[in-house]
């Protein structure tokens, strides 16, 4: 079974590395039983390209008149999209200001036709205005998308680390994601964010994050050098190179 393989892969290792301490403790739960396996467990951070195309990006003007708002990061099903479109569509208090709001969709991978398919044409039908993109992005394009972004919303079921939502993050923008994604590791280094237990919560949270729009953006002040100084590769790579040469 696929099981017994990776219980073996795990057992021959000498290290496994594993991004965050939520993932951890479900993977030393899971695998209980290989010997000395706490001893193979390293916490490595990886490091994020596009954040030095974001590094020399200048500051954007915050306008809470126009506010961009992306959605996900990918066009896998995981990231609900079609829920949170009919969640927001269904929105009174959304529906009041549709016309200070626009929403981005990024579906630049991977090439799941249908899908997008059906984003497209829900969205067509939209009181919001929506602009889905579908082409391959650098990473300076990534990170000017970052920038062009205001508030982003990041609701996929599952994840182990979002190297999307890290990059909003350190674009000064405000995101909102769910309390059951492993990211209690970021909450550790200080950052700021919004978090919600249910995805039909997200218009509500989004409203009032709009309003609110000014103070909330001097919430997060200090997310961007945080995530700089923690996810550079330049500040990564250190210990990669210690624990390979180990």
């Known amino acids: 079974s696929k099981l017994r393989k990776m219980y073996n892969l795990y057992e021959r290792a ?43 990006l200048p500051s954007k003007r915050k306008d809470r008149d126009n506010i961009c708002i992306t959605i996900g990061y990918n066009a896998r099903r995981n990231q609900q999209h079609l829920k949170i479109i009919k969640i927001l569509e269904s929105s009174i208090d959304l529906s009041s200001i549709k016309d200070r709001i626009k929403f981005i969709i990024p579906l630049t991978y991977p090439e799941n036709i249908e899908y997008i398919k059906e984003i497209t044409d829900l969205t067509n039908n939209s ?6 993109l579908t082409d391959f992005m650098k990473d300076d394009e ?9 508030i982003f919303i990041q609701l996929q ?10 990059e909003h993050i350190a674009a000064g923008n405000i995101v909102i994601t769910g309390s059951w ?3 209690s590791n970021l909450e ?17 949270v989004l409203f009032e994050l709009i309003n609110k729009f000014n ?32």
């Open 181 to 183: 994604l492993p990211y």
């Open 188 to 204: 550790k280094l200080g950052l700021v964010y919004w978090k919600i237990d249910n995805t039909e919560d997200v218009s509500d």
């Open 14 to 56: 000498d290290i496994i590395s594993i991004v965050s301490d939520d993932v951890k403790d479900c993977f030393v739960d899971k695998y209980s039983n290989i010997k000395g396996l706490s001893n193979k467990i390293v916490n490595l951070k990886f490091g994020l390209a596009p954040l030095d195309a974001l590094h020399i």
């Open 142 to 150: 990534v990170a000017k998308l970052r920038n062009k972004t205001d």
């Open 215 to 246: 103070s909330c953006n001097e919430l997060i002040k200090n997310n961007r050098e945080i995530v700089f100084s923690n996810y550079q590769w330049k500040k990564v790579i250190e210990s990669w190179i210690n624990v390979t040469l180990k």
């Open 127 to 132: 009181k919001f205005t929506y602009t889905l």
């Open 157 to 166: 079921e599952t994840d182990m680390m979002s190297g999307s939502m890290l």
